[in-house]
């Protein structure tokens, strides 16, 4: 077989489209959904993944799939004390099993070189900063014997004092410079205190969330292999295997041309894989070591502890307003861990420096670093936990006034951002609210809580705002036509699940203006052109930025061409780092509106979600098939985040409890019954030539408060600790409402 020959020969049988494949089509009216019709070759029809075959009748293969001749396994072994050193490893009852070829650690591990990334400096030292911290690597020629040696290994271990509890109050919070992503630690716009303190109407409230983990379906994998010449190729299950190429020549001591990383296929990510992981370093340095191809798929109970998770807050939002609603004073106060390896601090003050017309705001982000693994990307990381919190606020303001919440959030839409004062690329944030309330039937809504019933069931609704700012990254592709009218775009773009290969070639298409179906793509290699990682819902904008580039030039060449085209046909290459690194005026971000309804059980207490609808305005929409999917995919997991996902962190062990789907509970197709994605027809020229914005995270956004909020309808008591699960609803629950028809009486 070919596996360690050519890793990028393989891609374009994933990019063929089968040009009988029926096309649904999508219309351009005004609000847009999917059920319209348009060309089917233009950009903005529902063209299908051109990768759905594949994935249905498990002919796409995913990087633990790729087992070259001769291939070995390695069973990391993480470590089972919260803080400490490694004392000994003793390897001579594992390297006796059958199959084992080695057994390596911080003793004999190969040298890597600094990363700017310490959570991928793995065996090169004896510290345990954290429990599931890899502590060695065991290589055997079949995965069963690789377990079986990784359990037989003992490790001793000299423990140290852990804490791996967040407090509000806790003795070591600081304020860092900066939260992810560059924002500022702190932001203070007027006087705060003066404003808040002088309001009509005040609210005060303190919102917390767990951890959470984001558990792709596909586990963290990585097949490496070294050539007699030193050349390293790795299959890896990544979200941009341009930066995994670019870390690994850095640790390795390896110019970039001397790696490819290839990432065909990608069973989700969200952003676990958005950096590289410790696996893809151990499989590397396993090979290395032994000589032999080494495949290592991560078992999905070491995930919680070394591909990152969405940091637990504790979050207080206060918001003076007067009696008309209109918000006077706004601040937006976390608390949040990191660990001791590096510093992360999710930004969910961000948002809020974004939304709502504040004369005065204060946003501080506080950190605290602790034992516990490093926390990472999670889809919408910072908007998601932020916005559950500033929604939720919301609603407590609408409930204080007695204005509706919809009514609301429209009397304080700023004319310009709070933060910065720049004006909006586009912002049609009421036009959602508005759509969405005529879609989902508000008016008809009882304002009062707790007074909806069916027999032990009560029911409410609730509204949230969602958005989610635009980003983009400089990125290179080239076009090439080929004499019997067909074209080939590369671009080193990653296919996370999104349908990127589909979109990128209706891009190429709309911009050579020619047919989808003869453009063909190549992606998720890293000997393709470099292009950015898919992550913050820049992907098909930094991608398909450098495809329309790379087309739009080829076009060019090709009407000032005349005659047959030479058999080498004509290329063309583009680069969009000048485009990409160009500073805007306007302040540029998606947005959009979430409605819910959910009953609650009396009896168990348990929340099931009716209804959910999202609204959105996000720009030009490229492909209603994979958007909608995009949405309703971010919807369903903010379900998750409001009703069940937790990752507890055991203060006296120091490791996450939920570290398997038995236990780490996402939602199922049973939890989300009727769910809808719906989106206005947005004009933005200060985007991008295809006039996007990113949808893959702001659907999951506003899920969670407006789910919140519809709990609180229902049952008429404030829970504002996520996730509402039965035993925080129970205490609260009632026989019935009381004879007012207000709120019950608490059971009991």
Same mark, same amino acid.
């Given at each position: 077989?070919n596996d360690?020959?050519s ?5 374009a049988?994933d990019?063929?489209?089968?040009a ?5 089509t999508a219309?351009a ?5 999917s059920a319209g019709r348009k060309?089917?070759?233009a950009?903005?029809?529902d063209v299908?993944?051109?990768e759905?075959r594949?994935?249905v009748?498990?002919a ?5 799939e790729?087992?070259p001749?001769?291939c070995?396994?390695a ?5 089972t004390?919260?803080r ?10 594992a390297l006796?099993?059958?199959?084992v070829?080695?057994?390596l650690s911080?003793?004999n591990a190969?040298r890597l070189?600094?990363p ?5 400096a ?22 069963e014997n ?6 037989a290994?003992?490790?001793?271990y000299?423990t ?6 967040l407090?509000?109050d806790?003795?070591?919070?600081y304020?860092?410079?900066?939260a992810?992503?560059?924002h500022?630690?702190?932001?203070e716009?007027?006087?705060f ?6 309001a009509?109407?005040r609210?005060?409230?303190?919102y ?12 963290h994998a990585?097949?490496?292999w070294w050539?007699?010449?030193g050349?390293l ?6 979200q941009?295997?341009?930066t ?5 020549a850095?640790?390795?001591?390896l110019p970039s041309e001397?790696?490819?990383?290839v990432s065909e296929?990608?069973?989700g ?9 410790p ?5 590397a340095?396993?090979?290395?070591h032994?000589?032999?191809?080494v495949?290592l798929a991560l078992?999905?109970p070491?995930l919680a502890?070394v591909?990152?998770h969405?940091a637990p807050t504790?979050?207080?939002v206060r ?5 008309d609603?209109v918000i006077?004073?706004?601040a ?5 861990h990191t660990s001791?390896?590096?510093?992360f601090?999710?930004?969910a003050?961000?948002?809020a420096?974004?939304?709502y017309t504040?004369?005065a705001?204060r946003?501080?982000?506080?950190v ?11 889809r ?5 936990s ?8 919301m609603d407590?303001l609408a409930?204080a006034t007695?204005?509706?919440p919809?009514?609301?959030?429209v009397?304080n839409?700023p ?5 910065s004062?720049?004006p909006f690329s ?5 036009e959602?609210?508005r ?5 989902f039937?508000?008016d008809?809504r009882d304002?009062?809580?707790g ?8 029911l ?9 700012p635009v980003l983009?990254?400089p ?6 036509a080929?004499?019997?009218g067909t074209?080939t775009v590369?671009?080193?773009a990653t /296919?996370i699940? +999104? !349908?990127?290969?589909t #979109? ?6 709309? %911009?050579? @203006?020619?047919p989808?179906?003869s ?6 290699s890293?000997g393709?052109p470099d292009a950015s990682l898919a992550?913050g819902?820049s992907?098909?904008?930094?991608w ?10 080829l076009a ?7 005659g047959?085209?030479p058999p ?9 780092a000048?485009e990409a690194?160009r500073?805007?005026?306007y302040?540029?971000h998606a947005f959009g ?7 609650? /059980?009396?009896? +168990? !207490?348990?929340?099931? #979600?009716?209804?959910l609808l999202?609204?959105? %305005?996000? @720009?030009r ?8 999917s995009q949405f309703?995919g971010?919807?369903?997991m903010g379900i ?8 507890s962190l055991d203060a006296?062990f120091g490791?996450?409890?939920e570290r398997?789907?038995?236990s780490?509970?996402v ?7 009727a769910i809808?994605a719906?989106w206005?027809e947005?004009?933005d020229?200060?985007?991008n030539p295809?006039?996007?914005k ?6 999951i956004v506003g899920?969670?408060?407006?789910l919140a ?5 229902? #049952?008429?008591v404030?829970l504002?600790?996520?996730p509402?699960?039965p ?7 009632t ?5 007012g028809n ?6 009991g």
């Amino acid at each position: 077989m070919n596996d360690r020959l050519s890793p990028t020969d393989r891609l374009a049988d994933d990019d063929r489209q089968d040009a009988a494949s029926p096309r649904a089509t999508a219309s351009a009216a005004e609000p847009r959904t999917s059920a319209g019709r348009k060309p089917a070759d233009a950009l903005g029809s529902d063209v299908p993944r051109r990768e759905a075959r594949l994935k249905v009748t498990g002919a796409a293969r995913y990087a633990a799939e790729h087992t070259p001749p001769g291939c070995a396994y390695a069973w990391p072994v993480p470590a089972t004390v919260a803080r400490g050193r490694v004392t000994a490893v003793h390897s001579d009852a594992a390297l006796a099993l059958p199959g084992v070829q080695a057994v390596l650690s911080h003793t004999n591990a190969p040298r890597l070189g600094t990363p700017d990334d310490p959570t991928l400096a793995v065996l090169q030292d004896d510290r345990v900063p954290h429990r599931g911290w890899y502590v060695a690597v065991v290589v055997a020629d079949t995965p069963e014997n690789a377990r079986a040696a990784a359990e037989a290994l003992g490790v001793e271990y000299a423990t140290e004092e852990h804490d791996v509890r967040l407090r509000a109050d806790h003795p070591g919070l600081y304020t860092p410079e900066e939260a992810n992503g560059g924002h500022p630690a702190v932001r203070e716009r007027g006087d705060f205190d003066a404003a808040f303190d002088a309001a009509d109407v005040r609210v005060d409230a303190t919102y917390t969330m767990t951890a959470q983990h984001n558990h792709p379906m596909e586990p963290h994998a990585a097949t490496a292999w070294w050539d007699d010449e030193g050349r390293l190729t790795v299959h890896d299950s990544s979200q941009g295997s341009t930066t995994v190429r670019d870390t690994l020549a850095g640790l390795f001591g390896l110019p970039s041309e001397a790696i490819t990383v290839v990432s065909e296929h990608v069973g989700g990510g969200f952003g676990s894989k958005g950096t590289p992981r410790p696996h893809v370093v151990l499989a590397a340095m396993a090979a290395r070591h032994t000589g032999l191809p080494v495949k290592l798929a991560l078992p999905r109970p070491h995930l919680a502890a070394v591909v990152g998770h969405r940091a637990p807050t504790v979050q207080r939002v206060r918001i003076g307003a007067g009696g008309d609603g209109v918000i006077t004073a706004l601040a937006h106060e976390i608390v949040t861990h990191t660990s001791t390896v590096k510093e992360f601090v999710e930004q969910a003050a961000v948002p809020a420096r974004t939304m709502y017309t504040s004369p005065a705001g204060r946003t501080v982000h506080r950190v605290v670093a602790l034992d516990v693994p490093t926390p990472s990307w999670m889809r919408a990381p910072g908007e998601a936990s932020g916005m559950y919190a500033l929604e939720s606020a919301m609603d407590e303001l609408a409930v204080a006034t007695g204005i509706d919440p919809v009514e609301l959030r429209v009397r304080n839409e700023p004319d310009t951002e709070p933060d910065s004062g720049r004006p909006f690329s586009s912002r049609h944030l009421v036009e959602c609210l508005r759509e969405g309330a005529r879609r989902f039937g508000w008016d008809r809504r009882d304002p009062r809580p707790g007074v909806r019933r069916e027999g032990d069931l009560l029911l409410g609704t609730g509204v949230a705002a969602a958005t989610y700012p635009v980003l983009v990254s400089p990125s290179t592709a080239a076009a090439h036509a080929a004499p019997d009218g067909t074209y080939t775009v590369r671009v080193n773009a990653t /296919d996370i699940g +999104t !349908g990127a290969r589909t #979109v990128l070639a209706q891009i190429a298409a709309d %911009a050579l @203006g020619a047919p989808v179906e003869s453009v063909r793509v190549e992606i998720g290699s890293s000997g393709l052109p470099d292009a950015s990682l898919a992550g913050g819902s820049s992907g098909t904008a930094s991608w398909g930025w450098s495809v329309h580039k790379a087309c739009a030039e080829l076009a060019g060449k090709l009407r000032g061409h005349s005659g047959a085209l030479p058999p080498d046909g004509l290329s063309a290459t583009a680069d969009t780092a000048e485009e990409a690194g160009r500073e805007t005026p306007y302040a540029r971000h998606a947005f959009g509106a979430h409605f819910a309804e959910v009953q609650v /059980d009396t009896v +168990t !207490g348990e929340v099931r #979600v009716r209804r959910l609808l999202g609204v959105y %305005a996000a @720009g030009r929409v490229l492909n209603p098939r994979t958007a909608r999917s995009q949405f309703i995919g971010g919807m369903t997991m903010g379900i998750g985040m409001a009703l069940t996902e937790t990752s507890s962190l055991d203060a006296a062990f120091g490791g996450f409890t939920e570290r398997d789907l038995a236990s780490y509970h996402v939602p199922s197709c049973a939890d989300v019954p009727a769910i809808e994605a719906h989106w206005l027809e947005e004009d933005d020229p200060h985007l991008n030539p295809m006039g996007s914005k990113g949808i893959g995270e702001i659907g999951i956004v506003g899920t969670a408060a407006a789910l919140a909020n519809a709990v609180h309808h229902a #049952v008429g008591v404030r829970l504002r600790d996520l996730p509402l699960t039965p035993d925080r609803l129970l205490p609260h629950l009632t026989d019935g409402p009381d004879p007012g028809n207000g709120p019950a009486r608490p059971r009991g």
